[in-house]
């Protein structure tokens, strides 16, 4: 039971840049090759792999294989990963924030 | 995005409560590692949770039922500083207080990847309309 608001900042620091979050737009609907994902956002290959890299290390895309191709996918795109974020932060945070309260009113007694 | 809720019962009074939601030192009992807030509409709410800027201002500070706070993260381009809401609604109940929050106005990302698909459309409409 921790929260961890670093996945998130990850997350948002990765969507915070228009161009994975056009990478993201061609990959949402099913596994692509780098080289189609290229082409549709009008990037190099080489700069298309360096976003793919951050997504994947924020945890919105999944690398699988197909023979020798490397295929990318969403694996949770930024509404679900913020609203995941959000519905597991507030939770331990009021029970953070419960004891808190409960401690400052011991303390008192 | 649907607003964020959460719920919780606590065994305390909601002024105990309510100091926990305006003061740097109650926050930092729950929330994060360092906060300066100026418990004000208008003043600062910031608050560092595990190294992430938490920024916004105080909204509404009504002793001790309801404190509503902007909410969001310097430098970040999807959830500005500011730019959500958190509500915090205190109730005098039995054994203490009930707080409910609701965390509302989160981004809706769909609608910025469709932003430019939107604009291309409305152009359209405005052009169909001119033409009519």
């Keep these: 039971m921790t929260a961890e608001p670093a996945p998130l900042d990850a997350s ?3 969507l915070a840049d228009g161009n994975r979050r056009a990478i993201l737009a ?4 099913g596994p692509r090759p780098v080289g189609e994902i290229a082409t549709e956002v009008e990037m190099s290959q080489q700069a298309v792999s360096h976003h793919l890299r951050v997504l994947r290390g924020a945890g919105l895309v999944t690398e699988t294989r197909d023979g020798t191709r490397h295929l990318f996918a969403v694996r949770s795109d930024g509404f679900s990963v913020v609203r995941q974020f959000v519905e597991g932060f507030w939770p331990e945070r009021l029970a953070a924030l419960k004891a808190a309260a409960e401690a400052a009113v011991a303390r008192d007694a | 995005m649907p607003d964020v809720t959460a719920s919780i019962d606590i065994d305390a009074p909601p002024e105990v409560v309510f ?3 305006v003061t740097p030192e109650g926050m930092v009992a729950w929330l994060g590692q360092h906060a300066e807030v100026d418990p004000a509409p208008g003043g600062t709410f910031a608050v560092d949770i595990s ?3 938490v ?3 105080y909204v509404e500070v ?3 039922h309801t404190v ?6 310097a430098g970040n381009e999807v959830l500005p500083a500011g730019s959500s809401r958190v509500e915090f609604r205190l109730t005098p109940t039995a054994t203490g207080t009930r707080l409910d929050l609701t965390h509302a106005g989160l981004p809706e990302i769909e609608q910025a990847r469709h932003a430019e698909g939107w604009a291309a459309c409305l152009a359209q409409l405005a052009g169909a309309a ?3």
Excluded: I, K, N
Aim: a positive charge; charged letters at 25%.
């Design chain 1, 12 to 14: 948002l620091r990765a």
């Design chain 2, 51 to 53: 190294g992430t800027p």
């Design chain 2, 55 to 57: 920024r916004g201002e």
């Design chain 2, 19 to 21: 100091a926990h939601l």
């Design chain 1, 26 to 29: 061609v990959v949402r609907d």
């Design chain 2, 62 to 64: 009504d002793p001790p």
């Design chain 2, 68 to 73: 509503v706070v902007t909410w969001g993260v």
């Design chain 2, 130 to 132: 001119r033409a009519a």
